[in-house]
Structures are given as C-alpha cells and as structure tokens.
Nanobody
C-alpha cells in the first residue's frame, strides 16, 4: 500500500484547506484510516480517524467541530476538510492506513504512512 497526501499549503487564520490522501492497492476499503500531524519540535499527534465503511469517526479535542474526516472507497481516497484554521494547526499532516477495519487514535495501529503534507496557518 502506498499513500500520497496532498492539499497542504499556506493559509491565514480562519481559512480552510482540504487534504487528500490517495491510496494504491485493493486493501483501502477494508481498513480504517487516520490523519496525524507533527509540529516542529513536537511528537506526532492524532487528528482524526474513520472506520473502513466511513460510518464512524473520531476526532482529537483540539480539532473537533472544525475538521471533518471522510473517505471515498471507490476512489480509494481519504479526505480531511479543515475549517476555521488556527496558527496552532501548523504542522506536517500524515495520512495512515490501519491494520484492521476499526478506527484508532494510536500510531501503532497503523501499518502504512504517507509522506506528509505541510500546512502553515498564519496569525
């Protein structure tokens, strides 16, 4: 499985971005997916996760109500819609493919990772 994240960029506080993560391989629709982020000097942290069907989602408290994770299993693509962005959202965002059909907040539950896409929010 290969994951290719895109959609990052530079945006002013209060703005929006939509990240995409294109997956290769047939297993995309069988596993949960997640988004994580890592800011300079900080550890990688959980952002959002979604089950294989897309029926259940879970968010970090810091992004709840502002970010929306979704997926299109036909297109083998994961999305993260980010609204009302804040400077503290600045980070490299990574998509990840899970080891099972469930969702998870733990990096160890993910088998494959994308290369990351930079999101920079100015104040």
């Amino acid at each position: 499985v290969q994951l290719q994240a895109s959609g990052g960029g530079f945006v002013e506080a209060g703005g929006s971005l939509r990240l995409s993560c294109a997956a290769s391989g047939r297993s995309f629709s069988y596993v949960g997916m997640g988004w994580f982020r890592q800011a300079p000097g900080k550890e990688r942290e959980f952002v959002a996760t979604i089950t294989r069907s897309g029926g259940s989602t879970l968010y970090a408290d810091s992004v709840k109500g502002r970010f929306t994770i979704s997926r299109d299993n036909y297109k083998r693509t994961l999305y993260l819609q980010m609204n009302f962005l804040k400077p503290e959202d600045t980070a490299v965002y990574y998509c990840a493919s899970g080891k099972g059909s469930y969702y998870s907040t733990f990096p160890n539950d993910y088998a494959y990772w994308g290369q990351g896409t930079q999101v920079t929010v100015s104040s």
